[in-house]
């Protein structure tokens, strides 16, 4: 049996994941060494991110927000499937998978809008500096440490969605590395569409 592929990943989201991993960890490995690179990197992931929100609602099918956004119920309906190893197969995002797309934004933009507020507030720089001017030096340690927090959280999002990768391509036998390279995944006419 001839096995078909079918594009679900265009090319902006392609390297819209690609970038926004290569920025994350360059971001994070800078932070007290290289603040320069540091504060770089994060503009480039602003970019980044605020180029995705737009092509979650004008992108290609698989890309658009509504084509993975879910009740909670089915979100935890699929994690159950997944643990018991039932879980459906999806071409576009699964509904975990989803929300992982949703947790990782929002952990990102609270990890660079605390990052502006915090380069206010100690260097005197940067878009928000006008609004950090004239606080207290705890409430830029504050700063600081929410900044840091989102970060490590991001962290931890990371790798519950590496694990949550290597889980779906072992259930579906399938790699979804690949298909994050190449755009293209099995087609088969049992899967689940998610739109």
């Not at 950090?132 to 927090?149: N, P, Q, R, Y």
Request: neutral net charge; aromatic residues 14%.
């Amino acid at each position: 049996m001839d096995i078909q592929q079918t594009k679900i990943w265009d090319i902006f989201i392609r390297i819209f994941h690609w970038s926004l991993l290569a920025t994350f960890a360059i971001t994070y490995l800078t932070e007290d060494d290289f603040p320069t690179i540091h504060v770089y990197a994060g503009y480039t992931m602003m970019a980044l991110i605020t180029m995705r929100l737009i092509w979650g609602f004008i992108g290609s099918p698989y890309a658009r927000f509504n084509s993975f956004i879910v009740k909670p119920y089915a979100v935890i309906e699929y994690i159950k499937d997944v643990v018991k190893f039932r879980a459906k197969r999806y071409l576009g995002h699964n509904p975990a998978g989803g929300v992982m797309v949703i947790a990782l934004l929002i952990s990102l933009s609270m990890t660079l809008f605390f990052g502006l507020l915090t380069y206010g507030a100690a260097e005197f720089s940067g878009p928000l500096a006008g609004l950090t001017g004239d606080i207290s030096s705890s409430m830029a340690h504050l700063f600081k440490e929410v900044h840091e927090f989102f970060a490590n959280f991001t962290l931890l999002l990371v790798a519950l969605h590496v694990f949550g990768v290597l889980v779906a391509s072992l259930q579906h036998k399938e790699n979804l590395v690949s298909s994050m390279i190449t755009g293209y995944k099995r087609a088969e006419q049992n899967d689940k569409h998610s739109y």
